[in-house]
């Protein structure tokens, strides 16, 4: 049986943003997957970087705090995980930015010839405000996409990423359902999807 860690960094329970990762957690365990939810708010968990969790270029042994290194064991658990967050000033929320610098940490997520997260898959939803011909005049989704699929999961080692964008979010009602719809329809197709040929390691 797969495991899959979900993860959601929203501050409130019944927002939008929660209801999608309720959704998400429900259709991964329906697929046959463990479902491991990290609510980062919930949790408590401080994105705050501090000396004991700062990379060391010398050293990729580095032994980080207890909490980061909790983290980090989550996600080496996991087969798949699915990231759940609200857009905020077109990129990730401080909570959830602060969990990729602290546990996608040196040594362990990045830094070594052979990537530990290598043939892991990884779903990014996001929640944004504007519509979505407002963030592609801007450019915003590709940012997004390039930043989240190829800046954070393939520097990784993480070859099946995808991003996966939900529009018009704050004027929540009548169309939430058609929201939650493209959210589920998205993560069905990442699930069902084949899984890529393991890129070789470099080294």
Known sequence: MAAALLVLAHPRTDSLTARVAARARDRLAAA???????????????????????????????RYSPEA?????????ADVLVVVFPVWWFGLPALLKGWIDRVWNYGFAYGRSRPRLAGKRIQWIG??????????????????????????????????????????????????QALLTSADDALSAFLTAPAPAPARAAG
């Open 69 to 77: 290194r909790a983290h980090m064991a989550r996600v080496e658990a």
């Open 127 to 176: 929640l944004a405000g504007y519509s979505r011909e407002h963030f592609a005049e801007g450019g915003w989704d590709d940012l997004i996409d390039r930043q989240l699929r190829v800046g954070v999961s393939r520097f990784c080692g993480i070859e099946d990423a995808r991003v996966h964008l939900l529009y018009d979010t704050v004027a929540s009602g009548a169309h939430d």
């Open 32 to 62: 046959g997957h463990t479902v491991d939810v990290l609510d980062l708010h919930t949790e408590g968990f401080d994105p705050r970087m501090t000396p004991e969790d700062e990379p060391d270029w010398a050293d990729r042994e580095k």
